[in-house]
T-cell receptor, first 109, second 111 residues
Framework: EDQVTQSPEALRLQEGESSSLNCSYT??????LFWYRQDPGKGPEFLFT???AGEEKEKERLKATLTKKESFLHITAPKPEDSATYLC??????????FGPGTRLSVLP | NAGVTQTPKFQVLKTGQSMTLQCAQD?????MYWYRQDPGMGLRLIYY???????DKGEVPNGYNVSRLNKREFSLRLESAAPSQTSVYFC??????????FGDGTRLSIL
């Protein structure tokens, strides 16, 4: 059975304190690994898609990486506006998306 | 661009009442999805529609029905609401080789 887990459940950082969020997946025949950002009271907003091990993508202070079993979302010098819940999801061929429970990130000024 | 629009944004029901959640997208996407999101759990798929005229069950379909009215619209119906269906419901749409785009959700409480 396809499964996606995320750690930590919650993370508090000081502004400028870099860290990483983890997404572990057991998805047979991975078609893509997706990262989303979700603000309170809003729907998930797409950030990145990763397709193969070794791939990296960047956007502003965020960089997503992918191995055969995990994906990491690295946040460099975060700002308070980066506070949100970050979701990852695996998508396999012939199957639908499987979402992890998310990591709640708080960046304190 | 509106993207994915869900109505209503909030709703309170009594046990046993019925209601329909509406979803419309303006991106000409073929695929549409209904999820529920509960605290501590990931988004769970209720039903999806790979194209106009088709619908399929997801992970948690019991107690729900859907209608793909046309390419733009995909509705979710609760025939007899139960407290266990208290949740936040998200609709999403997706084009070929694209990520899912989500609406801002319907917050549903069932007393």
């Amino acid at each position: 059975e396809d499964q996606v887990t995320q750690s930590p459940e919650a993370l508090r950082l000081q502004e400028g304190e870099s860290s990483s969020l983890n997404c572990s997946y057991t998805v047979s025949g991975l078609r893509g690994l997706f990262w989303y950002r979700q603000d309170p009271g809003k729907g998930p907003e797409f950030l990145f898609t990763l397709y193969s091990a070794g791939e990296e993508k960047e956007k502003e202070r965020l960089k997503a990486t992918l191995t055969k079993k995990e994906s990491f979302l690295h946040i460099t010098a975060p700002k308070p506006e980066d506070s949100a819940t970050y979701l990852c999801a695996g998508h396999s061929y012939g199957q639908n998306f499987v979402f992890g429970p998310g990591t709640r990130l708080s960046v304190l000024p | 661009n509106a993207g994915v629009t869900q109505t209503p944004k909030f709703q309170v029901l009594k046990t046993g009442q019925s209601m329909t959640l509406q979803c419309a997208q303006d991106m000409n996407h073929n695929s549409m999805y209904w999820y529920r999101q509960d605290p501590g759990m990931g988004l769970r798929l209720i039903y999806y529609s790979a194209s106009e005229g088709t619908t399929d069950k997801g992970e948690v379909p019991n107690g729900y029905n859907v209608s793909r009215l046309n390419k733009r619209e995909f509705s979710l119906r609760l025939e007899s609401a139960a407290p266990s269906q208290t949740s936040v419901y998200f609709c999403a749409s997706m084009g070929v080789d694209q990520p899912q785009h989500f609406g801002d959700g319907t917050r549903l409480s069932i007393l």
